[in-house]
């Protein structure tokens, strides 16, 4: 498979263990970024095309990961957009690659310092007393409602799902618990119950379409439709390096990389599941859905390092950084 | 001394706002631009950061003694854009020259100067604009005064849209109301009438029914002044709204702020109206001047709003007779609850209990003491002077620069406001 050639000429066994390391405590985009970075300083190209024509060849190989794909390829696309762009300043190679570095090294942190900035901008939408509903663990949404409590002092409540399958809705939980935070997990299924008594929803996001919209776990679009219905506002928290130049207008327009049809159904309550009788037959199939897309009108305001932004001007931004 | 006249100035204007004798859009814009035209052209400035700084200090007193009067703000920030514009000009003036005379132009290729340059996905990668943020001061001592005057000029410019925006925007009139056309309106405001006024003059017959905007009552004024004007117009209650929405084709009101994400600070009553209007599909139209647009979200409704006196709702002679209403409650209740509602009772209440009782209010209405309370209060009567409108009942928004829709509105406030400015000076927020 060409996809299988790519990889073993193109990242190293160490540089694929280097990538799934940087995973596990980064976004899928920054951890790319910062494999990208490594494959320049150990690249034996000598001008910027050949440079660039290796890390297209990484980047293509990072951007199948199943999980995170969609927030790698925009990191990649990041990240080749500003070597392109270096490109033009200089007549050196040398020095391009140099200054390249020399940003990309400033870059590494940049996950932290945009995590701190969304903070900041985000927390003073949670009021006092307030209920804040969430699903899916997020990292920026912890930093956010941390700072929120810790530096803002403010007292409010957590509604929390338990994000099934994942069972990351339990981390969370305990992780602001530890903090201070009351927390309430509930069902997944019980968004619609739990949302009456919350008074504003704050997820994350795997990445930000160009029409504002999100993809992000799966549960998000249906937390989505009903705050819409219930009237309460409902927020995002994202990093800048989640913008992708997406345009989906389906559901299905994003399922492209999510395992489907893969009969792993997590035990039930009260006993393993039972083999036999959930087997798949031709006429019974099961699907694992693991992201889904919410469409921009159910979306209030996104938290961003660049501002806080209504979903339209996402689009601008990705206009000026492409065109 | 030109500095003493000028604090004078400002501390004159600050106590005015602060006592509210000058409040609203007109009163406070123009002479908000005028000061910090005064800051440009009267204070010793060597460096545009020290101007910055300047601007921003003087900005922050401003706002600080009228925080709810958020064109203030956005003037100011108005002006600190005009000078970020001119200097990030004369700084890429002089790298061009610089680096035309190296040979070697060993250059960056984002326009490096920092200081007006926003964070974008475009310069995510590009630098660490944290540490840039205010440098050039060596770059531009030099060259400050070449760029003193173009802003006086941007600032004057500013003066003079303040002064002809009602004019801009009651031009635009015409295309928006035609023959036989019935507008509701609410509140009072310049920008409106002027509106209305414009399309009586092309004699087109239309008809404008006022909500009487409970409790200022300025709808009966607006219905005096338009009928002047030979408008046909009908005075209604504001409770009536909803009923004759059927009848109407389009909302068409003034608003106090516009807010970042494209809702409305709007006088008290317009939610009510915008809800209506969306019930019955009719358009709503906000009049508003583009120093109106603030770059601020609320964060929560009442963030920005007032509390107006409660003397037009509940005037004070029956605050009195509610009072003793209320005493007269706790006699009937527990022997304990008697001597403490007794005891906090102060001033009016004792003097309309020394009287014969409550006069003309009849026992037992709004009398009931709302539990937690101990002040001999019976009776709660707040008056918020603004409403939240969310942008999604924003049919359109006409500015003085032309009609735009509330999603677009984030891209205006790129244009006119640097997002460095959106939180000036260390209290400026709130």
Known sequence: MASEKLKNEQLSAEQL?????????????????????DLIQSSAATTIMGLQIELQAAADVLKLHEAEGISIASGCELFMRFVTRTALDFSEYEACRHKILERGEFFKEHSTRARTKIAELGAPFIRDGATVLTTGFSRVVVALLLHAAQALKKRFTVLLTESHASGLGYTLARTLAAAGIPVTVIDDAAVA??????????????????NGGVISKVGTCQLAIIAHAYRKPFYIAAESFKFARHYPLHQRDILGSTPRGVPQLAPPVGGEPDAASRAPTPLLTYERLTRDYTAPKYINLLFTDLGVLTPSAVSDELIKLYY | MASDAFEREVSVFTTKLKRRQLSGFHQTASRTAELMRSVVVHTRWQTPAKLIERIQRVGAELVRAAPQELCIGNIVRRVLHIVREEVDGLVRELERASASSRSDALTTGMPPSAFSTAPSLHNLLAANL????????ELCSAAVH???????????????????????????APEHIHAREVILTLGRSRIVEAFLKRVAKTERPFEVIVADTAPSYEGAEVARRLSEAGIQATLITDAAVFALMARINKVIIPTHAVMADGGLLAPAGTLAVALAAQHHSVPFVVCAGIPQLTPIFLTDADDFNLLLAPAPILSYDETAALEVNALCDADGGADGAEGSAAAVVDGPARRAGASSGPAGVPPGIACRQPSGRDDGFATDSPNPAYDYVPPGLISLLITNIGGTHPSYIYRLLTEFYNPLDIHFGPQAAL
């Open chain 2, 146 to 172: 070449e760029i003193k005057q173009p802003i006086i000029d941007g600032v004057n410019e500013l003066i003079d849209e303040l002064g002809s925006l009602v004019h801009s925007i009651a031009e635009q």
């Open chain 1, 17 to 37: 263990r280097a990538f799934h390391a940087h995973l596990r405590d980064e976004p899928g985009a920054i951890a790319a970024i910062k494999v990208l970075i």
């Open chain 1, 193 to 210: 119950v739990g949302l009456e008594r919350a008074d504003l929803v704050l997820c994350g996001a795997e990445a930000v379409v160009e």
């Open chain 2, 130 to 137: 944290h540490n840039e943020a205010l440098r050039t001061p």
